[in-house]
C-alpha cells in the first residue's frame, strides 16, 4: 500500500534542476493534437468518400484496392481517436508531470496503436500503388513502370508485415512491455530504435511512391504543358514525402530523449500528417472525375469511352518495341474501339480525349 501512494506522488521522470513536477495543469500539446487529430479525420474520410462515391456511382465498378482504402481509413481514425484519448490523460506532457504510476497503461496504449500502425499503413500504401498500376500499366506488359510499382508492393507488403510483428512481440513475455518491473527478466527490443527505422522506411517507400508517377509521366509522348497538367494531379505526393521527412526529424529524438512523453506527442502530430498524406494521394487521382460530375460535365459519352495511359489501338509488341510504334493522331486513335477499361478520372474534355487516346509509352 506505501509503495502504490509512493508512485501516485512520484514524477515518471526526474525534471531538470529547479522544474517542480505539475500533475494538475502542466503545459501539454493536448490543444494541438487535438485540433489537428480532428482535421485529418474529417479530410481523410471526406476524401475516402469522395473516391468510393465516384468509383460506386461514376465510374460504377468497385476494385479491391478500394476496400483497402475503406480498410486503412478504419485504421487510421482508430489509430487517431485512441492517440487522441491518451493525450488527453496526460502522454502530451512532460514525464516529470506524470505520475509514475500512470505510466504502465501509457505505454500499453502506445504498443496498441504500434501494432494497428502496420496494417493500417499497409493497406493505405497497397491501394496507393494498385492504383498507379491500373493508371500507368493498364496491359500485362511488364515494362520499366510495372516493376518499378510491384518492387514497391513488395518492399510495402514485407516491411509493414514484419513491422507488425515487431511491435506485437517487441518483449517476452509481452506483459514486460507496459511492466517495468518484468523488463529486466524479459527478451525485449529496442522500441525507440524501431520506430526510427519505421519513420525511415516509411519516408523511403512515400518517397518511391511520388517518383513513380512522375517518371511514368515523363516518359509518356504529350506535350509539356499537358505532362505539367497531369504531374499537378499527382504533386501531393511531393507533401507526403515532405511529412515523411519531418517525421524522421522529430523520431530522432525518441532514441536518446529521457523526455519520452512529449517526443511521441511530437512524432503523433506528424503521423497524423503522414496517415492524411497517404489517403490523399490514393484519392485525389479521383478528384477531378468527382469535380466534373459537380460542375455536370459528367457525359454518357465519357463515361463509355474510357481512355488509358495506353491508347487503344496500341499493342503489348509495339508498347515493348518502341521503335516501331510513333504517335498516332486522335483521328486515326478513334478507328478501333477500346480495348482496356482503366481509369478515365483524368479526362476533363475531349481535347484531353484526344490527348490521352494518343499517347505511347516509351519503354
Not at 32 to 57: D, E, F, Q
Not at 107 to 116: A, G, R, S, T
Not at 207 to 218: C, E, K, Q, R, S
Amino acid at each position: 500500500m506505501t509503495s502504490t501512494q509512493d508512485l501516485s506522488l512520484m514524477p515518471a521522470l526526474q525534471p531538470p534542476t529547479g522544474v517542480i513536477p505539475n500533475f494538475d495543469d502542466p503545459f501539454s500539446f493536448y490543444p494541438w493534437i487535438l485540433a489537428i487529430g480532428i482535421i485529418s479525420m474529417v479530410l481523410m474520410t471526406l476524401a475516402v468518400i469522395i473516391r468510393i462515391y465516384t468509383k460506386l456511382v461514376i465510374m460504377k465498378p468497385m476494385q479491391h484496392e478500394d476496400y483497402f482504402a475503406i480498410f486503412a481509413l478504419s485504421g487510421f481514425l482508430v489509430w487517431d481517436s485512441i492517440f487522441i484519448y491518451v493525450s488527453k490523460l496526460g502522454l502530451a506532457r512532460n514525464q516529470w508531470d506524470i505520475r509514475a504510476i500512470d505510466i504502465p497503461y501509457y505505454l500499453y496504449m502506445m504498443n496498441v496503436i504500434e501494432i494497428i500502425y502496420g496494417p493500417s499503413m499497409l493497406a493505405a500504401k497497397y491501394f496507393v500503388l494498385i492504383q498507379l498500376k491500373r493508371i500507368f500499366c493498364p496491359t500485362k506488359l511488364k515494362n520499366s513502370v510495372w516493376w518499378m510499382i510491384y518492387s514497391l508492393i513488395g518492399a510495402t507488403v514485407a516491411y509493414y508485415v514484419a513491422c507488425t510483428f515487431t511491435f506485437i512481440f517487441q518483449c517476452w513475455p509481452r506483459e514486460a512491455i507496459w511492466n517495468p518491473v518484468l523488463e529486466a527478466e524479459a527478451t525485449c527490443i529496442d522500441f525507440k530504435a524501431a520506430t526510427l527505422v519505421s519513420g525511415v522506411i516509411n519516408m523511403v517507400l512515400d518517397i518511391g511512391i511520388f517518383l513513380v508517377p512522375l517518371y511514368a509521366i515523363w516518359l509518356l509522348q504529350m506535350p509539356m504543358k499537358r505532362k505539367m497538367g497531369v504531374l499537378s494531379v499527382f504533386g501531393v505526393g511531393f507533401f507526403t514525402c515532405v511529412i515523411a521527412v519531418f517525421g524522421v526529424a522529430f523520431r530522432v529524438p525518441l532514441v536518446t530523449d529521457q523526455n519520452l512523453t512529449m517526443a511521441i506527442a511530437k512524432v503523433g502530430l506528424f503521423t497524423f500528417a503522414e496517415y492524411f498524406g497517404t489517403i490523399l494521394v490514393g484519392c485525389m487521382p479521383l478528384f477531378p472525375r468527382f469535380w466534373g460530375r459537380l460542375r455536370g460535365k459528367e457525359s454518357a459519352e465519357s463515361r463509355y469511352s474510357k481512355s488509358s495511359f495506353s491508347n487503344s489501338h496500341t499493342t503489348e509488341r509495339s508498347m515493348s518495341n518502341p521503335s516501331r510504334g510513333t504517335r498516332h493522331s486522335a483521328q486515326s486513335s478513334t478507328k478501333n474501339p477500346m480495348r482496356h477499361v482503366p481509369y478515365d478520372e483524368l479526362e476533363e474534355d475531349p481535347h484531353d480525349l484526344r490527348e490521352w487516346r494518343s499517347i505511347r509509352y516509351v519503354v
